[in-house]
Each structure stands twice: as structure tokens, then as C-alpha cells.
């Protein structure tokens, strides 16, 4: 049975160092699996098609290798697009079968981001040995081999990561607008989109979107709601027309929870839980000091959520 005289129990200690944080999580951020629609097969055939468009344009404009003086004599700019056109198909050819391997890969095992990005590193490393044997054995370039596959590599990257990078935040876009679709149909929150928290009115428009983990909590207002959340170490509010128990809906099944009539609380913002009289509350890990009630009629679902929490 549990005392509540003696009831100071903190659920989360506070982060001191925030730069440890993040270089931890960015090299956590390596050990994840990469997103699935990397290694979709649609999206790598598109993957393809963007790479071997990007880099004729890309040969056609900046010229790389000297190739406007690969034969002797002077040709025409259809004639340059045609040779060009066969020397990048080849190199992209390069792509392609990495692309296809990846893909029976992904199949078998799952694939992480470090993984993903010597994949990458190493495409580059194959396809300016491409180019570099190409200068050497068919151009009969006389330079030194090294220095080639410098300027290679140097060209090669530059063809490669600008279109992975590209089609990488489109996909990516993509997914997230999939998600927010599911999430405006559904009403409720996929578990690979809890990272960011959209808001609807009663409507169904989008009007707000914040990480989880900025949030702290949600009070009723009548007909609307003041969402309090973290900005640059700053606590704000968004109002927004909509209800308390429309929110709780919403929010069912996450750590976001109703512990009062008129508020809600992000318990992974929770730090300390109180008794203070005759009432309970929640002391929120914010920039100044934020308490939310507990009302008797919400405090059994506080403490399952604070026993799933110490667990």
C-alpha cells in the first residue's frame, strides 16, 4: 500500500548534459535499422532512374574529366550528349547491380545506417575505379593514377550523394505524409510516427505538429485546449479548438495520459510525483516550475502509468 505522506519518488532523473545526449544518440542513431523505404523496390528503381538523370546532367554542364576533349577531333553538343550519355549509363550500371544486391540483402537481415553508409562510401569508391580505369585504358590519359582516381572520387561523390540526399528527404516526406494521413483516418498514433505528435481541430485539419518529448501538457479551455510545450529551453502555448476528451482519445495507449479533469500530461516529462496536503501532483521537468493536479478520479491511471514507468 503505498503512503502517501512519504510519497517522493522521482521517475526520471534530469539530463545535466545535453551534448552527451546527443553524441550518444548520434551514435546510437548508427545502430538503428534504416527506414524501409530505402530498400523498397520502387524506390530504388526510382533511385536509379534520378541518379543516371542527375549525373548526364551533371556531366553535360560541369564537364568533368576533360570529356569535352575525349576525341580528337571537335564534336557537337548532340554528339557530346550521345558519348556522355553512353559513358554514365555504364558507370550507373555500377548502381544498379549494388542496388539489386542491397535489395536481396535487406530481404535476409536487416540493414543499419552504418551499413547504409559504407554501402554508399563504397559505390562511390566502384564507380570512380570506373572512370579512373576508363581515362587510363580507353582515353589513354597519361597522369598519374592516383591523382585520377582523386578527381574521380572527388566527381563521383558529387554525383552520387546529391541525388541519394535528395530522394533520401523525399522518401522520407513521403512517409510522413502516409503517416499523418493514416493518423487523420485512423485517429489514432502509429507507433513509427510517435516521434512527432500531430494536432488536429475538431475539423480534422492539421494545425500543430511538435516532438514527443517537447511536449509537457494539455489543459482544457471550454471549447479549446492550451498545448504546453518546450521551445529553445522556453515554455509556450498553442491554443487549439478542440476538447479534453477528444484529446484523450487521441493521445490513448501513449504516455501521454489524463490525470485531471482540465489537464493531461506527457509522463515522460514527469519528474516528480507528490503528495502536497490533501492533493496529489505532478512536478514536470521544465525550465521554471510546473505542477498539474491529480484528481481522485484519474489517480489509479496515474499510478499504473507511474508502475509502468519504475518498471
Given at each position: 500500500?503505498?503512503?502517501?505522506?512519504?510519497?517522493?519518488?522521482?521517475?526520471?532523473?534530469?539530463?545535466?548534459?545535453?551534448?552527451?545526449?546527443?553524441?550518444?544518440?548520434?551514435?546510437?542513431?548508427?545502430?538503428?535499422?534504416?527506414p524501409d523505404y530505402l530498400t523498397n523496390k520502387k524506390n530504388i528503381i526510382r533511385l536509379i532512374l534520378f541518379t543516371a538523370a542527375f549525373a548526364l546532367v551533371f556531366i553535360n554542364?560541369?564537364?568533368?574529366?576533360e570529356s569535352r576533349h575525349w576525341l580528337e577531333k571537335p564534336i557537337t553538343d548532340?554528339?557530346?550528349?550521345?558519348?556522355?550519355?553512353?559513358?554514365?549509363?555504364?558507370?550507373?550500371?555500377v548502381v544498379v547491380v549494388s542496388r539489386i544486391i542491397m535489395y536481396q540483402m535487406a530481404r535476409l537481415q536487416p540493414l543499419l545506417v552504418w551499413h547504409y553508409l559504407l554501402w554508399v562510401l563504397a559505390e562511390i569508391i566502384f564507380m570512380a575505379l570506373f572512370f579512373t580505369l576508363f581515362e587510363k585504358l580507353v582515353l589513354k590519359d597519361d597522369?598519374?593514377?592516383m591523382d585520377l582516381l582523386k578527381t574521380a572520387a572527388k566527381h563521383t561523390a558529387l554525383v552520387l550523394l546529391l541525388p541519394y540526399a535528395m530522394l533520401w528527404l523525399y522518401f522520407s516526406w513521403v512517409e510522413k505524409q502516409q503517416q499523418l494521413q493514416t493518423i487523420a483516418e485512423q485517429g489514432v498514433i502509429p507507433d513509427n510516427s510517435r516521434n512527432m505528435i500531430p494536432f488536429y481541430d475538431e475539423r480534422g485539419g492539421l494545425k500543430f505538429s511538435i516532438k514527443m518529448g517537447c511536449l509537457l501538457y494539455i489543459e482544457s479551455a471550454d471549447n479549446y485546449v492550451n498545448i504546453f510545450y518546450l521551445d529553445n529551453n522556453k515554455i509556450l502555448r498553442y491554443t487549439l479548438r478542440s476538447t479534453i476528451k477528444r484529446m484523450e482519445e487521441f493521445f490513448k495507449g501513449t504516455e501521454t495520459i489524463r490525470c485531471h479533469r482540465s489537464f493531461m500530461v506527457n509522463?515522460?516529462?514527469?519528474k516528480m510525483l507528490r503528495k502536497k496536503q490533501h492533493e496529489l501532483t505532478l512536478e514536470l521537468d521544465a525550465p521554471s516550475l510546473v505542477e498539474i493536479p491529480v484528481s481522485k478520479t484519474y489517480v489509479q491511471n496515474v499510478m499504473n502509468t507511474f508502475t509502468k514507468f519504475s518498471m
Open positions: 500500500m503505498i503512503q502517501w505522506r512519504n510519497l517522493r519518488l522521482f521517475i526520471r532523473p534530469k539530463l545535466y548534459n545535453f551534448d552527451l545526449l546527443l553524441k550518444t544518440k548520434a551514435m546510437l542513431d548508427l545502430s538503428q535499422q534504416i554542364i560541369y564537364a568533368p574529366f548532340w554528339q557530346y550528349l550521345f558519348y556522355s550519355s553512353l559513358v554514365i549509363l555504364t558507370g550507373v550500371l597522369a598519374f593514377f509522463f515522460e516529462r514527469v
